[in-house]
């Protein structure tokens, strides 16, 4: 996600590492890596200007705290920087009763936001509806049932105008969460604001999202500023920032908007949303991802997840039914790449290429070869040696062959698993220290 911007930022913070004295001149080739990287990223030339004074000023003036290096203190800084740059607080949408208006331009991303915030609700345990506010497009409608068709929730459509639809809507639902999707334009024009203050009062929306694509970069904060003024925004929601490098510019300038992102869009799919969280989101980027982020995208794939579980996998210690059902949920998270930058330290390893093309039909041939397992071996995999491993093949109908990439595709797991957790990058790396702050290892 957010491509060089990522890599930019971790190439600063590698600088940082391997600096021998932290003076003014490695400062300034840290400050200048950053700038590179933000820039490119569309951040504002002022926001990016100010970071760097504050930098310099706090690295060469600052004591740092007690137990901790000028390095590590450097790193710790830059870290509370970029995620007071891009938005300081978690967007916070709770778990209640409520009304949610989406606004924004045509094709930002309302209607594709309709379906995941629906399914993002819904499995939390909330009942949802749609409410068919956008009459201006002739498909717009289908659309929006399509998407919600696909995850199951009840679309409200009935009236003429957005009005009309609104006021049905409000009578008929009994749905705990009501999400009433509009019509854009391709400027805020007066008769988009007119709409959108009425259906606004009308509906009396708790909150009124403005749907912005992050490839609009910096120019995202003058849109905002701009809905604000004309039909008052509780929030915004950035999408499409899995497909831009401006996403970094989107999300500070959304932030000196005044406006909190509450959601970030990564794809076109409905499990490609999150509820944005700075730190989180800075800490992927950096690649000190976390496992809470893990464990909501497990969530809202609908998988069981129990922390204790996952803490067991990720030291290394999980049986072959446990490989076996991991491979089956990375299939219902997506992919699984996503979900590695999410993993602390994984955000900068390489997949090993067998994890990755598990197809279906290896799946359903290691089905077979587990199958005939004995108890003891799923459960002390490394315990199969060559004679159990012509048994095994035997019985499952399998070539030997298959049982042994069987084999090693789960030991890889396991060792990828065991440097994920105790981090053998985060454990020697300079960064150790770091990692240890932020809970990582
Ligand atoms: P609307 O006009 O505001 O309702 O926008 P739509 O919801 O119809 O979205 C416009 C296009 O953007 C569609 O093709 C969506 O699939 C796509 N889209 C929406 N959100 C995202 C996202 O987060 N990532 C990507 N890659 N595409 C998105
Ligand atoms: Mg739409």
Request: hydrophobic share 40%; aromatic share 6%.
């Amino acid at each position: 996600m957010l491509g060089s911007l990522g890599t930019g930022l971790r190439d600063a913070f590698k600088r940082i590492a391997g600096l021998g004295v932290v003076d003014r001149e490695a400062v300034e080739s840290v400050v200048r890596e950053l700038q590179r990287a933000l820039l490119q990223s569309d951040v504002d030339v002022q926001l990016v200007s100010e970071l760097s004074g504050r930098i310099r000023e706090r690295v060469l003036k600052d004591k740092p705290p007690a137990g901790m290096t000028l390095k590590e203190y450097f790193i710790k800084m830059l870290y509370d920087e970029l995620v007071s740059l891009l938005g300081a607080e978690k967007g916070e949408v709770g778990l209640r009763k409520q009304r949610i208006l989406l606004a924004g331009l045509y094709g930002s991303g309302k209607t594709t936001c309709s379906g995941k915030i629906a399914k993002w609700f819904k499995v939390r345990g909330m009942s949802i509806g749609l409410v068919a506010c956008d009459t201006h497009r002739a498909a717009a409608q289908e659309q929006l049932r399509q998407i919600a068709s696909r995850v199951d929730v009840h679309v409200y459509d009935q009236g003429k105008s957005p009005q009309e639809i609104a006021k049905n809507a409000l009578k008929a639902s009994k749905d705990d969460v009501l999400i009433f999707d509009t019509a854009g334009r391709d400027a805020l024009d007066k008769e988009l604001a007119k709409e959108l203050k009425e259906l606004g009062s009308l509906v009396k929306a708790d909150e009124v999202l403005l749907v912005i694509p992050a490839d609009i970069g910096q120019a995202a904060r003058r849109q905002s500023e701009e809905f604000n003024k004309l039909v008052g925004i509780t929030g915004m929601i950035i999408t499409k920032l899995d497909g831009t490098a401006r996403g970094g510019g989107a999300l500070a300038a959304a932030h000196v908007s005044g406006a909190a992102v509450k959601f970030i869009g990564v794809g076109e799919k409905v499990d490609d949303f999150e509820s944005y969280d700075p730190k989180r989101f800075v800490g992927r980027l950096i690649g000190y991802g976390d496992i809470e982020g893990l464990l909501e995208k497990a969530k809202s794939a609908g998988v069981e997840v129990d922390d204790g579980k996952a803490k067991r996998l990720l030291e290394g210690k999980f049986t072959m039914d446990d490989f076996y059902e991991q491979l089956g949920q990375m299939g219902k998270m997506g992919s699984l790449s996503k979900m590695m930058e999410m993993i602390p330290g994984m955000g900068q390893m390489k997949i090993p290429k067998d994890m990755m093309d598990v197809q279906e039909g290896r799946m359903k041939k290691w089905k077979f070869i587990i199958e005939s397992m004995t108890r003891q071996e799923r459960e002390n995999p490394d315990e199969i040696k060559a004679s159990r491993i012509t048994r095994i093949a035997k019985g499952s109908g399998t070539a030997e062959a298959d049982v042994r990439a069987l084999l090693k595709s789960y030991k890889q797991a396991q060792k990828f698993m065991k440097m994920a957790k105790g981090g053998k990058g985060l454990k020697r790396g300079p960064l150790a220290a770091l990692a240890k702050q932020f809970g990582a290892s």
